[in-house]
């Protein structure tokens, strides 16, 4: 299949096939006689590996160790696991600072009255020492 059709099976953008190409986490196809690149199953399955990996989050470089893991075909369940568990506690962090930032926002919302003057206790809160 080319390139078009690949991006079509896997519902993603053609630039993100190639976004993932040039970062060397999709194999290059081999190509036709004319230079079109034909891709095949084993093209579409690491592509849905790659999507999939970063809708949970993983960061390039994560789903990189993962594929040279799998791919090598030499991994253990529990090698995968705690890759796996590394990047839960990662976003885990995540949400205790977004769920810090969240109650202080609020909190500096709280003090604005709002209105028409340029006394606003949200710049004050802003400009405060922490």
Not at 46 to 64: A, D, M, N, P, Y
Not at 69 to 80: A, F, H, K, P
């Amino acid at each position: 299949m080319k390139r078009g059709e690949l991006a079509k099976r896997t519902e993603c953008n053609i630039e993100t096939v190639r976004y993932y190409e040039k970062a060397g986490l999709l194999a290059d196809p081999p190509r036709t006689a004319k230079g079109y690149r034909i891709y095949d199953e084993s093209h579409e399955k690491t592509l849905r590996f790659i999507l999939q990996s970063r809708k949970l989050g993983f960061t390039v470089e994560e789903v990189r160790d993962l594929l040279t893991l799998v791919s090598g075909g030499n991994y253990t369940c529990d090698e995968i696991l705690e890759k796996t568990q590394a990047h839960l506690k990662s976003v885990q962090a995540r949400i205790t600072d977004l769920q810090r930032l969240e109650s202080t926002l609020l909190k500096t919302i709280a003090k604005c009255k709002g209105g028409n003057t340029p006394d606003c206790a949200i710049v004050e809160a802003l400009g405060e020492k922490n």
